[in-house]
């Protein structure tokens, strides 16, 4: 135990060359980590200092009750708090964060713990029905039961929960898929996700680095699932009233100009063809 608490001290609380990278998960992160290794920075990554962020996003369906037990999700709770404690006694914190449009995010998302759907579809139907099983049947499920409002609403819950900064207080280049907030020990980069290959200049600046180069990491191609993930994403179509809960929020008027949001809404009117299934709107 002793040897833990010292490891925790001497990485979270001294380590020189540590780099939060705290965001809501599927914004290109995983390319930033590496990338930043490679470097010789050690980057936390980290999605939550409150709860797994599969509990939340698979928050409606009954076997993430299995997944993610009340004994793991205290467990994940008491120690993301001893890391939080040890990075805010830090005499400078360097935090950057990551955003992505919600709609590819959420789809991607879906599939990250693909396993938790699956399980309960299969537990409340007949599976031996094609109709219960096929992928339009994922579809509706994905509508109907995902939390479809955790990446809208992560700078509110978790974000300003965590260091008392509303980002939204604070202008954004949304030209440019970028801005720098300081407050205290805490200096925060975020970033847009469709902008992060053309903010290699902007990473080097902030951590003070000669030079950098991000190396993108695809890792949905390398998954289990992406050959069924490929065809989940074909042929479907969001109704207007998602579309518009997720693209009207205020997370997307602040990220995100006129133009991109409309670009986004287009992508997802013209390249799709089957109808929604009605859309939860109580997550």
């Not at 205290?74 to 992505?100: A, D």
């Not at 720098?180 to 680095?209: C, H, P, S, W, Y």
Request: glycine share 2%; no cysteine.
């Amino acid at each position: 135990m002793l040897k833990k608490i010292n490891y925790f001290n001497q990485t979270y609380r001294k380590r020189e060359n540590l780099v939060l990278i705290h965001q809501m998960g599927k914004v290109g992160s995983t390319s930033l980590t590496k990338s930043l290794k490679s470097y010789g920075y050690l980057p936390l990554h980290i999605h939550s200092f409150y709860s797994p962020i599969s509990y939340e996003m698979y928050k409606n369906y009954h076997a993430i009750k299995f997944y993610r037990s009340p004994l793991h999700r205290l467990n994940y709770f008491l120690t993301k708090q001893l890391v939080l404690k040890l990075l805010k006694s830090r005499k400078k914190l360097k935090v950057i964060s990551i955003v992505r449009e919600p709609v590819s995010r959420n789809l991607s998302m879906y599939f990250q713990a693909f396993h938790v759907p699956l399980m309960d579809i299969n537990s409340t139907t007949d599976n031996r029905q094609e109709a219960n099983t096929n992928l339009q049947a994922f579809r509706n499920d994905f509508f109907q039961k995902f939390n479809h409002h955790y990446g809208i609403n992560w700078f509110d819950n978790e974000f300003k929960r965590t260091w008392n900064i509303d980002v939204y207080n604070y202008p954004f280049h949304k030209e440019e898929g970028y801005t720098v907030i300081e407050k205290g020990n805490v200096e925060v980069l975020l970033l847009t996700m469709e902008k992060l290959n053309e903010a290699e200049q902007i990473i080097r600046d902030f951590l003070d680095m000669e030079e950098f180069t991000l190396t993108n990491e695809n890792m949905g191609e390398q998954k289990w699932y992406q050959s069924v993930y490929k065809e989940f994403k074909q042929n479907i179509q969001p109704s207007e009233e998602y579309l518009n809960a997720l693209y009207d929020s205020k997370y997307m008027k602040h990220f995100y100009t006129n133009d991109e949001v409309e670009t986004f809404k287009g992508k997802y009117r013209e390249e799709t063809h089957t109808p929604t299934p009605s859309f939860s709107t109580t997550n």
